[in-house]
């Protein structure tokens, strides 16, 4: 179900940054857990990042550890993840998600709630 709204995705070149946000939507629950997530062409989901609001710790993909850095801006009610050091292979669609349950965070691709996705697009 689509309750939370992503924005700024876009064409980068390779090695370039992107940051991308997510806005609470229709999304109205507290929430304990916010992470990432993404589709890449002929792929599966993956999870990327995971933040555990509640215990203020955050949980990084293999594959994006190093690059991508979630946050969250507590007075704006956005949650963010900067993504450095772009390749091609991480052209895809983001997707925002969130998670009310208390407790340890579960895996991203668990959480109830996400968004519509934003494009990334990497160049060589």
């Known amino acids: 179900q689509v309750q939370l709204v992503e924005s700024g995705g876009g064409s980068v070149q390779a090695g370039g940054s992107l940051t991308l946000s997510c806005a609470a939507g229709r999304y109205t629950y507290k929430r304990n857990c916010m992470g990432w997530f993404r589709q890449r062409p002929g792929k599966d989901r993956e999870g990327l990042a995971v933040?555990?609001?509640?215990?203020?710790?955050?949980t990084y993909a293999d594959s994006v550890k190093g690059r991508f850095i979630i946050t969250r801006d507590k007075a704006k009610d956005l949650v963010y993840l900067q993504m450095n050091g772009l390749q091609p292979e991480d052209t895809g669609i983001y997707y925002c998600?969130?998670?009310?349950?208390?407790?340890?965070?579960?895996?991203?691709?668990?959480?109830?709630?996400r968004g519509q996705g934003t494009l990334v697009t990497v160049s060589s």
């Open positions: 998600a969130a998670d009310q349950l208390y407790g340890t965070c579960r895996d991203v691709l668990d959480f109830p709630a």
């Open positions: 933040l555990w609001i509640g215990g203020a710790t955050t």
